[in-house]
Protein backbone atom coordinates (compact mmCIF):
# COMPACT_ATOMS: atom_id res chain seq x y z
CA UNK A 1 0.00 0.00 0.00
CA UNK A 2 1.43 3.56 -1.08
CA UNK A 3 1.74 6.26 1.80
CA UNK A 4 -0.24 9.07 1.78
CA UNK A 5 2.06 12.44 1.47
CA UNK A 6 0.03 15.49 2.07
CA UNK A 7 1.64 19.10 0.21
CA UNK A 8 0.19 21.85 2.19
CA UNK A 9 1.15 24.53 -0.65
CA UNK A 10 -0.74 27.74 -1.37
CA UNK A 11 1.14 28.08 -5.24
CA UNK A 12 -0.55 26.07 -7.91
CA UNK A 13 2.87 25.89 -9.68
CA UNK A 14 4.96 24.85 -6.91
CA UNK A 15 2.50 22.18 -6.12
CA UNK A 16 2.34 20.62 -9.59
CA UNK A 17 6.13 20.26 -9.45
CA UNK A 18 5.96 18.55 -5.90
CA UNK A 19 3.21 16.18 -7.23
CA UNK A 20 4.86 15.66 -10.11
CA UNK A 21 8.37 14.26 -8.59
CA UNK A 22 6.58 12.27 -6.09
CA UNK A 23 3.04 10.82 -7.15
CA UNK A 24 5.04 7.92 -9.04
CA UNK A 25 5.42 6.34 -5.61
CA UNK A 26 2.93 8.03 -3.35
CA UNK A 27 -0.47 9.35 -3.21
CA UNK A 28 -0.21 13.05 -3.23
CA UNK A 29 -2.85 15.21 -1.60
CA UNK A 30 -3.00 19.06 -1.31
CA UNK A 31 -4.32 21.70 1.60
CA UNK A 32 -3.72 25.24 0.58
CA UNK A 33 -3.43 26.61 4.05
CA UNK A 34 -2.39 25.66 7.30
CA UNK A 35 -6.44 25.67 8.50
CA UNK A 36 -7.42 23.20 5.80
CA UNK A 37 -4.22 21.03 6.65
CA UNK A 38 -5.21 20.66 10.33
CA UNK A 39 -8.73 20.10 9.50
CA UNK A 40 -7.87 17.81 6.90
CA UNK A 41 -5.47 15.62 9.96
CA UNK A 42 -8.65 15.59 12.02
CA UNK A 43 -10.28 13.16 9.70
CA UNK A 44 -7.17 11.21 8.21
CA UNK A 45 -3.47 11.01 9.01
CA UNK A 46 -1.31 11.24 6.38
CA UNK A 47 2.02 9.91 6.56
CA UNK A 48 3.92 12.86 6.19
CA UNK A 49 3.37 16.54 5.49
CA UNK A 50 5.18 18.86 3.03
CA UNK A 51 4.53 22.18 4.40
CA UNK A 52 5.17 25.56 2.82
CA UNK A 53 6.66 27.57 5.47
CA UNK A 54 5.19 31.34 3.66
CA UNK A 55 1.16 31.02 3.59
CA UNK A 56 -1.49 33.67 4.28
CA UNK A 57 -2.98 33.32 7.55
CA UNK A 58 -1.51 30.82 9.40
CA UNK A 59 1.95 30.10 8.36
CA UNK A 60 3.66 26.81 7.95
CA UNK A 61 5.60 27.18 10.76
CA UNK A 62 2.21 28.20 13.29
CA UNK A 63 0.48 25.29 11.48
CA UNK A 64 3.60 22.82 12.42
CA UNK A 65 3.43 24.17 16.18
CA UNK A 66 -0.38 23.26 16.29
CA UNK A 67 -0.33 19.85 14.95
CA UNK A 68 2.62 19.06 17.17
CA UNK A 69 0.02 20.39 19.75
CA UNK A 70 -2.08 17.73 19.46
CA UNK A 71 -2.10 13.93 20.48
CA UNK A 72 -3.43 12.52 17.36
CA UNK A 73 -1.13 14.83 15.03
CA UNK A 74 1.74 15.08 17.03
CA UNK A 75 3.79 12.35 15.43
CA UNK A 76 3.28 12.93 11.70
CA UNK A 77 6.52 14.05 10.40
CA UNK A 78 6.74 17.62 8.71
CA UNK A 79 9.05 18.64 6.56
CA UNK A 80 9.29 22.34 5.59
CA UNK A 81 9.40 23.36 1.55
CA UNK A 82 11.13 27.01 2.34
CA UNK A 83 12.79 29.39 0.12
CA UNK A 84 14.68 30.62 2.97
CA UNK A 85 18.78 29.46 2.92
CA UNK A 86 19.29 31.47 6.04
CA UNK A 87 20.42 29.39 9.37
CA UNK A 88 17.88 31.17 11.47
CA UNK A 89 15.17 30.53 9.60
CA UNK A 90 16.16 26.86 9.16
CA UNK A 91 16.71 27.21 13.02
CA UNK A 92 12.55 28.24 13.32
CA UNK A 93 12.01 25.28 11.46
CA UNK A 94 13.38 22.71 13.71
CA UNK A 95 12.35 24.65 16.88
CA UNK A 96 8.35 24.65 15.18
CA UNK A 97 8.93 20.26 15.42
CA UNK A 98 9.78 19.95 12.18
CA UNK A 99 11.54 17.09 11.09
CA UNK A 100 13.11 18.12 7.72
CA UNK A 101 13.36 20.75 5.25
CA UNK A 102 14.04 21.10 1.63
CA UNK A 103 15.13 24.57 -0.41
CA UNK A 104 12.97 25.76 -3.08
CA UNK A 105 13.54 25.38 -5.73
CA UNK A 106 13.45 21.96 -5.47
CA UNK A 107 15.57 19.45 -6.53
CA UNK A 108 13.77 16.64 -7.28
CA UNK A 109 16.23 13.86 -5.92
CA UNK A 110 16.66 15.43 -3.03
CA UNK A 111 12.75 15.49 -2.58
CA UNK A 112 12.21 11.88 -3.35
CA UNK A 113 15.03 11.00 -0.92
CA UNK A 114 14.08 13.08 2.15
CA UNK A 115 10.29 11.94 1.71
CA UNK A 116 11.45 8.46 1.32
CA UNK A 117 13.88 8.85 4.29
CA UNK A 118 10.54 10.29 6.48
CA UNK A 119 8.35 7.48 5.26
CA UNK A 120 10.67 4.49 6.03
CA UNK A 121 11.28 5.95 9.71
CA UNK A 122 7.16 6.43 10.38
CA UNK A 123 6.97 2.76 9.34
CA UNK A 124 9.43 1.78 11.92
CA UNK A 125 8.04 3.98 14.66
CA UNK A 126 4.56 2.33 13.68
CA UNK A 127 5.75 -0.91 13.81
CA UNK A 128 7.90 -0.65 16.84
CA UNK A 129 4.98 1.40 18.90
CA UNK A 130 2.46 -1.76 18.06
CA UNK A 131 4.64 -3.87 19.30
CA UNK A 132 5.24 -1.82 22.75
CA UNK A 133 1.46 -1.76 22.64
CA UNK A 134 1.03 -6.17 21.89
CA UNK A 135 0.40 -8.30 24.19
CA UNK A 136 2.76 -11.27 22.53
CA UNK A 137 0.94 -14.26 23.85
CA UNK A 138 -2.50 -12.85 22.98
CA UNK A 139 -2.34 -10.33 20.36
CA UNK A 140 -4.80 -8.24 22.25
CA UNK A 141 -3.58 -4.95 23.26
CA UNK A 142 -1.35 -4.71 26.84
CA UNK A 143 -1.21 -3.05 30.13
CA UNK A 144 0.63 -0.64 28.78
CA UNK A 145 -1.24 0.53 25.74
CA UNK A 146 -4.09 0.86 29.06
CA UNK A 147 -1.80 3.23 30.82
CA UNK A 148 -0.68 5.31 27.97
CA UNK A 149 -4.30 5.39 26.25
CA UNK A 150 -7.72 5.33 29.01
CA UNK A 151 -7.26 8.50 30.14
CA UNK A 152 -6.93 10.39 27.10
CA UNK A 153 -9.73 8.62 25.48
CA UNK A 154 -11.45 9.72 28.67
CA UNK A 155 -10.50 13.07 28.60
CA UNK A 156 -11.87 13.42 25.11
CA UNK A 157 -14.94 12.09 25.98
CA UNK A 158 -15.23 14.42 28.67
CA UNK A 159 -14.38 17.57 26.57
CA UNK A 160 -17.43 16.51 24.24
CA UNK A 161 -19.69 15.87 26.67
CA UNK A 162 -20.31 11.69 25.15
CA UNK A 163 -20.77 8.81 26.63
CA UNK A 164 -17.81 6.17 27.76
CA UNK A 165 -17.99 2.49 28.97
CA UNK A 166 -15.22 -0.11 30.60
CA UNK A 167 -15.36 -3.62 31.49
CA UNK A 168 -12.48 -5.78 33.10
CA UNK A 169 -12.98 -9.49 32.43
CA UNK A 170 -11.95 -12.33 34.46
CA UNK A 171 -11.48 -16.16 33.61
CA UNK A 172 -13.24 -17.93 36.08
CA UNK A 173 -11.20 -20.71 38.32
CA UNK A 174 -8.73 -20.28 35.72
CA UNK A 175 -5.76 -21.48 38.39
CA UNK A 176 -7.48 -24.87 38.34
CA UNK A 177 -8.07 -24.93 34.58
CA UNK A 178 -3.98 -24.51 34.35
CA UNK A 179 -3.58 -27.35 37.50
CA UNK A 180 -5.44 -29.85 35.62
CA UNK A 181 -4.74 -29.17 31.53
CA UNK A 182 -1.34 -27.37 32.09
CA UNK A 183 0.12 -24.24 31.04
CA UNK A 184 0.46 -24.83 27.24
CA UNK A 185 -3.48 -25.56 27.02
CA UNK A 186 -3.85 -22.65 29.48
CA UNK A 187 -2.30 -20.56 27.34
CA UNK A 188 -4.40 -21.76 24.54
CA UNK A 189 -7.16 -20.90 26.59
CA UNK A 190 -5.96 -17.50 26.89
CA UNK A 191 -6.11 -16.68 23.01
CA UNK A 192 -8.76 -18.43 22.36
CA UNK A 193 -10.75 -16.07 25.35
CA UNK A 194 -8.55 -12.91 23.70
CA UNK A 195 -10.26 -13.67 20.04
CA UNK A 196 -13.58 -14.34 21.34
CA UNK A 197 -13.43 -10.97 23.34
CA UNK A 198 -12.05 -8.99 20.06
CA UNK A 199 -14.93 -10.51 17.63
CA UNK A 200 -17.66 -9.54 20.39
CA UNK A 201 -15.91 -5.71 19.44
CA UNK A 202 -16.48 -4.88 15.33
CA UNK A 203 -15.79 -1.10 16.17
CA UNK A 204 -12.68 0.22 15.75
CA UNK A 205 -12.86 2.68 18.39
CA UNK A 206 -13.20 -0.40 21.06
CA UNK A 207 -9.88 -1.42 22.50
CA UNK A 208 -9.21 -5.41 24.20
CA UNK A 209 -6.94 -5.12 26.78
CA UNK A 210 -4.86 -7.91 28.89
CA UNK A 211 -5.16 -6.41 31.82
CA UNK A 212 -2.73 -9.12 33.15
CA UNK A 213 -3.13 -12.86 33.66
CA UNK A 214 -6.73 -13.96 33.33
CA UNK A 215 -7.88 -10.68 33.27
CA UNK A 216 -9.11 -8.07 30.24
CA UNK A 217 -10.30 -4.89 29.83
CA UNK A 218 -12.55 -3.38 27.01
CA UNK A 219 -12.33 0.21 26.50
CA UNK A 220 -15.96 1.68 24.43
CA UNK A 221 -16.22 5.34 23.89
CA UNK A 222 -19.29 6.53 22.89
CA UNK A 223 -21.14 3.40 24.58
CA UNK A 224 -24.25 4.01 26.71
CA UNK A 225 -25.83 1.77 29.67
CA UNK A 226 -27.47 0.21 27.11
CA UNK A 227 -24.72 -1.13 24.44
CA UNK A 228 -22.71 -2.02 27.95
CA UNK A 229 -25.33 -4.23 28.69
CA UNK A 230 -25.87 -5.31 25.26
CA UNK A 231 -22.59 -6.01 24.47
CA UNK A 232 -21.38 -7.72 27.76
CA UNK A 233 -24.30 -10.36 27.73
CA UNK A 234 -23.34 -11.22 24.47
CA UNK A 235 -20.01 -11.55 25.17
CA UNK A 236 -20.90 -13.91 28.38
CA UNK A 237 -23.11 -15.69 25.80
CA UNK A 238 -20.36 -16.12 23.28
CA UNK A 239 -17.85 -17.73 25.61
CA UNK A 240 -20.65 -20.04 26.88
CA UNK A 241 -21.34 -21.07 23.44
CA UNK A 242 -17.76 -21.66 23.13
CA UNK A 243 -18.17 -24.25 24.89
CA UNK A 244 -14.12 -24.56 26.08
CA UNK A 245 -14.18 -27.33 28.37
CA UNK A 246 -13.29 -27.22 32.20
CA UNK A 247 -13.58 -29.78 34.40
CA UNK A 248 -12.17 -27.98 37.38
CA UNK A 249 -15.60 -25.32 37.17
CA UNK A 250 -19.33 -26.52 38.24
CA UNK A 251 -19.94 -25.21 35.17
CA UNK A 252 -18.19 -27.76 32.73
CA UNK A 253 -16.65 -25.01 30.51
CA UNK A 254 -15.15 -21.52 30.21
CA UNK A 255 -16.95 -18.72 31.82
CA UNK A 256 -16.44 -15.06 32.51
CA UNK A 257 -17.07 -13.30 34.91
CA UNK A 258 -17.97 -9.31 34.38
CA UNK A 259 -17.77 -6.02 35.91
CA UNK A 260 -18.99 -2.82 34.24
CA UNK A 261 -18.59 0.79 34.27
CA UNK A 262 -20.29 3.80 32.36
CA UNK A 263 -21.10 7.09 32.06
CA UNK A 264 -23.72 8.24 29.56
CA UNK A 265 -22.18 11.61 29.86
CA UNK A 266 -18.63 11.64 31.15
CA UNK A 267 -17.86 13.87 33.82
CA UNK A 268 -14.69 12.48 35.74
CA UNK A 269 -11.91 11.25 33.54
CA UNK A 270 -9.93 9.68 36.06
CA UNK A 271 -8.30 6.50 34.77
CA UNK A 272 -7.74 4.63 38.26
CA UNK A 273 -11.06 5.71 39.05
CA UNK A 274 -12.81 3.83 36.25
CA UNK A 275 -10.67 1.05 36.62
CA UNK A 276 -11.42 0.64 40.45
CA UNK A 277 -15.11 1.09 40.13
CA UNK A 278 -15.00 -1.64 37.65
CA UNK A 279 -12.51 -4.33 39.31
CA UNK A 280 -15.41 -3.57 42.20
CA UNK A 281 -17.83 -4.71 40.39
CA UNK A 282 -16.18 -7.67 39.06
CA UNK A 283 -15.57 -8.64 42.80
CA UNK A 284 -19.37 -8.41 42.89
CA UNK A 285 -19.74 -11.01 39.98
CA UNK A 286 -17.66 -13.15 41.51
CA UNK A 287 -19.33 -13.22 44.77
CA UNK A 288 -22.31 -13.78 43.36
CA UNK A 289 -21.15 -17.26 41.59
CA UNK A 290 -19.50 -16.25 39.13
CA UNK A 291 -20.19 -16.09 34.96
CA UNK A 292 -22.31 -13.54 36.01
CA UNK A 293 -22.43 -9.44 34.89
CA UNK A 294 -21.98 -6.54 37.24
CA UNK A 295 -22.74 -2.65 35.86
CA UNK A 296 -22.51 0.37 37.60
CA UNK A 297 -22.71 3.96 36.42
CA UNK A 298 -20.28 6.66 37.34
Not at 13 to 25: E, R
Not at 221 to 242: C, F, M, Y
Not at 255 to 275: C, E, H, M, P, R
Amino acid sequence: MRANILVVEDDDINFLVIQKILSSSYIVERCVSGYDCIKFCEAKIPDVILMDVEMPGLNGLETCKALKNKESTKDIPVIFVTSHHEDNEQTMCWQAGGSDFVIKPVNALTLQHRVDAQVKLQSQYAKLKSMAFIDGLTQVYNRHYLTSELEKRLSYAKRNGTAFSLFMADIDRFKKYNDFYGHLKGDECLKQVAQLIETNHSRGEDAVVRYGGEEFVCIMPQVDKHGLETLTSKLKQRIENASIPHDGSPFGRITLSIGGVYSNVVSDANDQKWLQVADEQLYISKESGRNCVTIKEL
